[in-house]
């Protein structure tokens, strides 16, 4: 890069969260059940049920990141706030919960990014009929979508219509599926995952026609995956990796298009999803606005074969579907999180500049964070410096990307306050905001700004890293 160009003046710096994660009140204000009530591990059931508090506390959280000077805040709404049971009638005070939000961001002079899905998918729909299994999920997502649309329509311009679907095909329990594990329900994962996107499509279609001036897209989740070694078996299986676990899907969504060597991998594991042919069309000629880009990390990959011995990490044995392909190795030249996620501010340059060399659209880091064991005391802010480093070498890396003439207009840190990691609960915290709970102790949920708050307050003051 020959010249640092600074951020666009009107760039959103943000915040993300999501419902399950922060709200709480889970059985409170007339919401039903998600899947999240029942299928993660009990500690986390008993963690998400209380959340961080943000049902009652998010007047307190919009007020800190009025003062942080955020631009931007990017959350979910719960499904089941609004339809308890999926579909039927809506819930006033689930509708009107939002509404508060919305309204107490916008006088703050803060953009709402609003997520249809994080996750909390309505367990009724899953006992119902199986929820994305079926077809049947298509309409009543739409039919959910619209509602919002037409409520919250005329004060929110950004919406994201699933967040990390390349995820949620990976884990069989946020889809309702519960006893298998993912190589046991391919078939039914890669079903839910061609009808979440037929769903998108039409959600991405009702926008671009009944409500102009308003932008939708997807976030997924996405990072680089760098060959073990200058092996030609290593590169490919790089690649395979990457093929396989997210840029499949983008080229379904944005493209309408199954990438022929994906489907030679859902055909050899008995997974081709059954639909018509006209999906295609339709997906091709729907596709979002932007791509919300979730970055945290990036791996590294080595040729496994396929009758090869355990992976290198762990010792676990390789599941049946990555054998013959590759298995993920420990790079030694990036440092790692306590939970052994690499750091790599790069590889999040990279993600954007391949990202839109595919698909040329515009971007928002829709979420990037560090996690670590924080001990909350009310007298003094967490010293959070290995966060500071991580954020602001990861900014450092989406101004080079905007340097090189890639758009992106936005980027939210994960998370604005501490909220419940998805796998470790409290003990895995997030936030440049803590809350002092722990996962058996509620306390009084109160908001400590750690140092990462003031330091993002001064960069959003000046606008530049
Ligand atoms: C993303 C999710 O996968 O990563 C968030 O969208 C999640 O919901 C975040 O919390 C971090 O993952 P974890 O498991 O460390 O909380």
């Not at 803060?110 to 298509?138: A, C, N």
């Not at 959070?384 to 954020?391: H, N, P, S, V």
């Not at 609960?425 to 002092?436: D, E, L, P, Q």
Request: contains cysteine.
């Amino acid at each position: 890069i020959r010249q640092i160009a600074p951020f666009p003046q009107d760039f959103l710096w943000g915040a993300s969260s999501s419902s399950f994660q922060a709200e709480g009140a889970w059985h409170e204000g007339g919401k039903g059940d998600s899947v999240i009530s029942h299928t993660e591990t009990e500690a986390q059931t008993t963690a998400f049920d209380e959340g961080v508090d943000f049902y009652h506390q998010y007047h307190t959280d919009i007020g800190l990141m009025k003062e942080a000077g955020l631009k931007a805040f990017r959350f979910s709404i719960a499904w089941t706030r609004i339809f308890p049971q999926g579909v039927g009638k809506p819930n006033p005070e689930g509708v009107a919960f939002y509404h508060h939000v919305i309204d107490e961001l916008s006088a703050a002079s803060i953009e709402p990014i609003v997520t249809m899905y994080h996750f909390d998918y309505p367990q009724h729909l899953v006992d119902k009929y199986g929820g994305w299994l079926s077809r049947r999920s298509i309409n009543d997502f739409v039919t959910y979508a619209k509602f919002l649309l037409d409520e919250y329509g005329d004060k929110v311009h950004y919406w994201i219509t699933i967040n990390e679907q390349d995820h949620i095909t990976k884990m069989p329990y946020r889809l309702g599926i519960l006893g298998k594990t993912y190589s046991e329900s391919m078939r039914e994962e890669y079903q839910a995952n061609h009808h979440m996107v037929v769903a998108s499509a039409k959600v991405f279609n009702l926008i671009h026609t009944k409500y102009p001036g308003t932008e939708v897209g997807p976030a997924l989740s996405y990072q680089v995956y760098y060959p073990a070694t200058h092996s030609p078996e290593d590169t490919e299986a790089a690649m395979d990796l990457s093929l396989l676990t997210q840029d499949y899907l983008l080229e379904l969504q944005c493209s309408g298009r199954y990438d022929p060597v994906f489907r030679h991998y859902l055909e050899s594991h008995n997974a081709w999803p059954d639909f018509p042919d006209s999906d295609l069309d339709y997906i091709k000629a729907n596709s979002p606005d932007f791509i919300g880009v979730n970055y945290y990390s990036s791996d590294t990959v080595a040729y496994m074969p396929a009758n090869g011995d355990d992976g290198e990490i762990g010792g676990k044995p390789v599941p049946s579907y990555e054998r013959g392909i590759y298995q993920k190795v420990r790079n030694k030249e990036l440092p790692t999180t306590q939970w052994g996620w690499t750091i790599d501010p790069r590889g999040l340059k990279l993600s954007l500049r391949k990202l839109y060399y595919e698909y040329h659209l515009p971007m928002i880091v829709t979420e990037n964070g560090f996690s670590e064991e924080e001990e909350v005391s009310p007298n003094k802010p967490i010293d959070d410096t290995k966060r500071i480093a991580y954020l602001g070498d990861h900014i450092r890396a989406v101004q080079e990307a905007i340097s090189l003439g890639i758009p992106v207009f936005g980027y939210c840190i994960w998370s604005f306050t501490d909220v419940i990691s998805g796998h470790s609960g409290m003990n895995k915290r997030y936030g440049i905001v803590a809350v002092n709970r722990t996962n058996f102790d509620l306390k009084a949920m109160n908001r400590l700004p750690k140092k990462s708050f003031y330091w993002y307050q001064q960069l959003i003051k000046k606008g530049a890293y």
